[in-house]
Nanobody, 126 residues
């Protein structure tokens, strides 16, 4: 089992920044990819970004490319999502997820992941 705990969400004005954290514990060696997803009210969960423990390549959704940065601190078993130039359409509950993916898998689908955190709310006001 892998436990994931997200933190860092909150309310921010458009154009502002937030940094989300995803702290992993338990059998973290069983997962080689951490992904961030988000879900807005009435919408499906959508991919945001993912990072492999090998660090390459990092993959972002087009909607956040150039504004969000995913990074990993292996010593702390923590993955970060730095979100800059936030827009109202970024408002959602953000989830991190862990999985053991094959090299050929992109990691942009929720069903590729085995473990999920409880989510953290991000609200961007206009």
């Amino acid at each position: 089992q892998v436990q994931l705990v997200e933190s860092g969400g909150g309310l921010v004005q458009a154009g502002g920044s937030l940094r989300l954290s995803c702290a992993a514990s338990g059998r973290t060696f069983s997962s080689n990819v951490i992904g961030w997803f988000r879900q807005a009210p009435g919408k499906e969960r959508e991919f945001v970004a993912r990072i492999r423990k090998s660090l390459s390549p990092i993959y972002y959704a087009d909607a956040v490319k150039g504004r969000f940065t995913i990074s990993m601190d292996n010593a702390k078993n923590t993955v970060y999502l730095q979100m800059d130039t936030l827009k109202p359409e970024d408002t959602a509950v953000y989830y991190c997820a862990a999985g053991n993916l094959r090299p050929s898998q992109l990691g942009d689908r929720p069903n590729e992941y085995d473990y999920w955190g409880q989510g953290t709310q991000v609200t961007v006001s206009s």
